[in-house]
């Protein structure tokens, strides 16, 4: 069974950068589309960026667009979320997760056959 780790969040203040990884292990990895979400405090959880697995094409949420970049390593099985401008609604916990299918769109949570445990962003004014 495919295992899903994040790691690298944090708490920093507004303005400042964070870099999360995601690495995937145990059973076959071979996912079609890589992708990051985000929950907040009181709010549902929300489609940040995703990136197919294959061409490395990136695809953004408007509330991150310009300032979040999304990349994977294919030879180590990970998959990173680079966050730069960060502002105080950018806290959450962060979560990757990973599909199979190549289903569109992709902020459909439902199509996602891979979940990480999520790690903690807190961003303060």
């Known amino acids: 069974q495919v295992q899903l780790v994040e790691s690298g969040g944090g708490s920093v203040q507004a303005g400042g950068s964070l870099r999360l990884s995601c690495v995937a292990s145990g059973g076959t990895f071979s996912p079609s589309i890589m992708g990051w979400f985000r929950q907040a405090p009181g709010k549902e959880r929300e489609f940040g960026a995703a990136i197919t697995w294959r061409g490395g094409n990136p695809y953004y949420a408007d509330s991150v667009k310009g300032r979040f970049t999304i990349s994977r390593d294919s030879a180590k099985n990970t998959v990173y979320l680079q966050m730069n401008s960060l502002k105080p609604e950018d806290t959450a916990v962060y979560y990757c997760?990973?599909?199979?299918?190549?289903?569109?769109?992709?902020?459909?949570?439902?199509?996602?056959?891979?979940w990480g445990q999520g790690t903690q962003v807190t961003v303060s004014s």
């Open positions: 997760a990973g599909q199979v299918r190549s289903s569109y769109p992709l902020y459909r949570q439902s199509d996602y056959d891979y």
